[in-house]
Antibody, heavy 121, light 107 residues
């Protein structure tokens, strides 16, 4: 059974750092595209970062240069290192596995329950 | 980025009602459209991918249609467990972008 469990969220001051973790089971992180998606209070879902199976990455413009996605193949874990945090980064962060179908390209098929990040002084 | 516009933003319906949610893309996305159900505090759940393919384990009362820029999600007979927020997402290009959601509430 595919499962994703995020952890590492919490309260951090503006300018601070936080590392989110995503524990995966039922599949291998290294063999799949993996993404981080966030939802700010009262807002919609937005893609933050993607880690492709080849190791290349995508970052949304609003986190580029501040966030870094990585994985630990031995632990089957996905991470999101978040630096220089801003109030507008306050959101629930979800990790998701991306699946492929010829009719739809790559899309998130399994998600975790999310971890809340609050950036406030 | 491709903009996704969902309507309505919320609706009230009764158990047994037929419900339709619409999603429009700012440019043609072929059939690269997915639908998700999200309940507060839970993981979003994939319902439909490729505009009309039902994800394994999803009840057949959910169906999707459309191509190009206009898509719909239909729930043929609303059940108590279907009260949630529904999002469309385009996976035509990166980043995949989401609609702002449709909250389905109990009438």
């Amino acid at each position: 059974e595919v499962q994703l469990v995020e952890s590492g969220g919490g309260l951090v001051q503006p300018g601070g750092s936080l590392r989110l973790s995503c524990a995966a089971s039922g599949f291998t992180v290294s063999g799949n595209y993996m993404s981080w998606v966030r939802q700010a209070p009262g807002k919609g879902l937005e893609c933050v970062s993607i880690l492709y199976s080849a190791g290349t990455t995508y970052y949304a413009d609003f986190v580029k240069g501040r966030f870094a996605v990585s994985r630990d193949n031995s632990k089957n874990m996905l991470y999101l290192q978040m630096n220089s945090l801003r109030a507008e980064d306050t959101a629930v962060y979800y990790c998701a596995r991306e699946s492929y179908h010829h009719s739809s390209g790559y899309y998130p098929d399994y998600w975790g329950q999310g971890t809340l990040v609050t950036v406030s002084s | 980025d491709i903009q996704m516009t969902q309507s309505p933003s919320s609706l009230s319906a009764s158990v047994g009602d037929r419900v339709t949610i619409t999603c429009r893309a700012s440019q043609s996305i072929s059939s690269s459209l997915n639908w998700y159900q999200h309940k507060l505090g839970k993981a979003p759940k994939l319902l439909i991918y490729g505009a009309s393919s039902l994800q394994n384990g999803v009840p057949s009362r959910f169906s999707g249609s459309g191509s190009g820029t206009h898509f719909t999600l239909t729930i043929s007979s609303l059940q108590p467990e279907d009260f949630a927020t529904y999002y469309c997402q385009q996976s035509y290009n990166t980043p995949g972008t989401f609609g702002h959601g449709t909250k389905v509430e109990i009438k």
